[in-house]
């Protein structure tokens, strides 16, 4: 430890519990505006002039979650945040990084931020995780302040779900899900932390409890995890409290409540078959491919190749932890890590990407077509049209907007495609990982990762029903025929 560790550790200590009283005063000021324009919306609305003033659900997500990464940058520009090496730009990166539960970042977080930059870090991954509208939602409860209509449509999108009904319900299943999930990974990461770090691996293992279960992928060491390799705690809580976030609430909850495989939902189900093929596909091939290659598997002993194949296998679907070099992987792992990072995890879940279900129902739409079936059968349910057209919108979109990211940063950044494109990639599947390029990126190419990072955390469809203008055709035209494949 550093000379005058004491008076450092004192500041650390006073900056967390500022960082703290300030998180409950600004969601405190959050509710009571919120209850304003709850009242104003309904004054607006019995005027007739809610059309006119007011914006659709999507777009308040959005407008909610661009303050909150303003507001980040700024804390974290303060010169009380860092040790003097974080400018404006580097803090809005960091900002959004964090808030969209990424993990990309353009300077080692342990070593270039102070505890209250930590601590900052923290509470925005914890937000962006478990989404603004769920903290807003439980906290205008505890103030007695009932949840309007407004609130309910922007909790909605930002749970992505169809109903309204349940959803305060849901939040608190949510936050009770994600302390009980951190609380327990954080002692169990105390046994490794502590005995090395000492009383700071008490902050280090709940950092890093925080980052696994948000699956964001921060990490205070300049190596994220490499130096624990074969620890088989490490191995063991990390991939299990991102595998739990990624589930999904709902899935998670649904287990709880119902704790038999024939009685859950049919979202459940495909997520649990849908999560468990990924991972055993993405570890088995890991391994295959890297267990020679002498920057990654190579050097390590029988075990610990094990540890890091299981470990790489299941990193990638949004978690942004690793514990070899991601730069001296084959562009076939390579490849497969990206597959990986675009699929992503589940819905009302702390991924990202396009999703397991998106995968499954994909998946199940096409073995219907070649069965020349008109529904989806899957566990004794069937899925409609609606469901089918939804994932297909948004894997086009999420397609396009990875593609276009990829065009953009490669113009000025020629001969890195592959980690271009693996850069892109992780940003849309709110992953973290990299090889290397972040550091390198110019202004243009950073402006398209915090884009993407951002349509990847608010989602292509909210964005994509913003843009999106309906309207009742007044013309119905006959059908018509073209002719496909």
Not at 46 to 62: I, N, Q, T, V, Y
Not at 290 to 303: D, I, V
Request: net charge positive.
């Amino acid at each position: 430890m550093a000379p005058n560790s004491s008076g450092k550790t004192a500041l650390d200590a006073r900056c967390k519990a500022t960082i703290f009283y300030c998180f409950w005063a600004a969601a405190a000021t959050y509710a009571i505006s919120q209850r304003a324009s709850s009242m104003a919306f309904r004054k607006t609305k019995r005027l007739g002039a809610s059309k006119k003033f007011s914006l659709p659900p999507p777009a308040l997500l959005g407008v909610f979650y661009v303050a909150f990464i303003i507001a980040g940058a700024l804390l974290l520009w303060l010169p009380i945040s860092h040790y003097g090496d974080i400018g404006l730009s580097e803090a809005l990166f960091t900002s959004t990084s964090a808030v969209t539960v990424t993990g990309l970042v353009l300077a080692d977080t342990g070593a270039a931020f102070t505890g209250f930059g930590q601590a900052v870090i923290a509470m925005l991954i914890q937000f962006g995780g478990l989404g603004l509208m769920t903290f807003a939602v439980l906290l205008l409860g505890a103030l007695g302040i009932p949840v309007g209509m407004p609130q309910r449509l922007i909790l909605r999108e930002d749970l992505n779900q169809t109903s309204l009904s349940n959803l305060t319900y849901l939040a608190r299943i949510i936050l009770i899900i994600a302390l009980v999930c951190e609380a327990l990974g954080a002692v169990a990461l105390m046994f490794v932390f502590v005995p090395e770090f000492g009383w700071n691996g008490i902050w280090q293992a709940v950092f890093h409890s925080i980052s696994a279960f948000n699956n964001a992928g921060f990490a205070l060491h300049p190596d994220s995890l490499s130096r624990w390799v074969g620890n088989p705690v490490v191995n063991v809580v990390v991939p299990l409290l991102f595998i739990l976030g990624g589930l999904g609430f709902v899935v998670v909850g649904d287990i709880y409540q119902q704790r038999n495989w024939r009685k859950l939902t049919l979202h459940s189900k495909l997520m649990l078959i849908g999560t468990m093929v990924l991972i055993l596909w993405g570890t088995v091939m890991f391994g295959l491919l890297e267990w020679s290659n002498p920057a990654t598997l190579g050097p390590l002993s029988t075990p610990d190749k094990l540890w890091a194949s299981w470990f790489q296998g299941v990193t990638p679907r949004t978690a942004g932890f690793n514990t070899i070099d991601t730069g001296g992987m084959h562009d076939s792992s390579t490849m497969l890590t990206m597959t990986l990072m675009l699929v992503g995890g589940g819905s009302t879940s702390t991924a990202g990407g396009i999703k397991v279900t998106t995968v499954c129902v994909l998946l199940l739409a096409t073995v219907a077509f070649f069965r020349r079936q008109t529904t989806l059968h899957a566990f004794g349910r069937s899925l409609g049209v609606e469901e089918v057209m939804k994932v297909m919108a948004l894997t086009t979109i999420s397609m396009l907007l990875v593609i276009a990211g990829i065009f953009i940063t490669s113009i000025s950044h020629d001969g890195q495609f592959i980690d271009l494109a693996f850069e892109v990639t992780s940003a849309f599947g709110t992953v973290g990982l990299s090889r290397g390029t972040t550091g390198d990126l110019d202004a243009v190419g950073r402006a398209v990762i915090i884009v993407t990072m951002f349509i990847g955390r608010v989602g292509p469809l909210a964005i994509g029903f913003f843009l999106a203008t309906r309207s009742i055709p007044r013309v119905k035209y006959p059908a018509g025929q073209v002719y496909l494949g």
